[in-house]
Structure formats: structure tokens, C-alpha cells
Nanobody
């Protein structure tokens, strides 16, 4: 069955960096675009970044553009989210998800499988 397992979250100070990983299994990883979302306490889930399956084209939410980088290693069935210059408003649980083949990439409705999430806390 499809599994997505995130790791790499933790506590970091403002301005610090973290790299999240999402290990995928149970499907042909290289055939799917993958995305990262986040959900802060009391807020709705929001799109963070997405990477395509073919040419690894990327897209980002405006709030993270220039600070976060999504990448993938198809040989390792893993997608990454490098987060630099972290701010307190980046505090959230971060989820990776598999993009439906014809799904939109900027809302959760376009994704069919989700990981359990990894928490990120940025202290001020």
C-alpha cells in the first residue's frame, strides 16, 4: 500500500534551517508529482511547494518563495523540503502528499495520499 513517511522536523530558532524528508513506498514514485503542505494550530492546511515527476519543475507558495526549496531523489523514493531563514510563522505540522495525476497542485483536493506529518517549531 502507499506510504509516505515524513521526518526531519524539530525546534529551531528564527533564521535557522531544517531539511524535511518524505520517504515514499508502495507506488512508482518517479511517476508522480509530490507536494508539501503545512497546518499551523487553529489554521487551515496550506500549500507550501510542489515538484513534478518528469522535469522536476517546482512551484512555491509566495510565503516561502526564496527561502524553501523542494527537491526529489527518484532513486531513493524521497522528496525533500529544505527550509532556510525560518520564521516563527513557519511553525506548523508539515505534510508531504502525492499529487493526483490530473489534480491541482495548490489545494489539498489535488492530492490522494498523505503522510502523518512532522512538526516544525520556530522560536523567536
Amino acid at each position: 500500500q502507499v506510504q509516505l513517511v515524513e521526518s526531519g522536523g524539530g525546534l529551531v530558532q528564527t533564521g535557522g534551517s531544517l531539511r524535511l524528508s518524505c520517504a515514499a513506498s508502495g507506488f512508482t514514485f518517479s511517476n508522480y508529482a509530490m507536494g508539501w503542505f503545512r497546518q499551523a494550530p487553529g489554521k487551515e492546511r496550506e500549500f507550501v511547494a510542489r515538484i513534478t515527476w518528469s522535469i522536476s519543475a517546482t512551484s512555491y507558495a509566495d510565503s516561502v518563495k526564496g527561502r524553501f526549496t523542494i527537491s526529489r531523489d527518484n532513486a531513493k523514493n524521497t522528496v525533500y523540503l529544505q527550509m532556510n531563514s525560518l520564521k516563527p510563522e513557519d511553525t506548523a505540522v508539515y505534510y508531504c502528499a502525492r499529487n493526483r495525476p490530473a489534480g491541482t497542485h495548490y489545494t489539498g483536493y489535488g492530492y490522494d495520499y498523505w503522510g502523518q506529518g512532522t512538526p516544525v517549531t520556530v522560536s523567536s
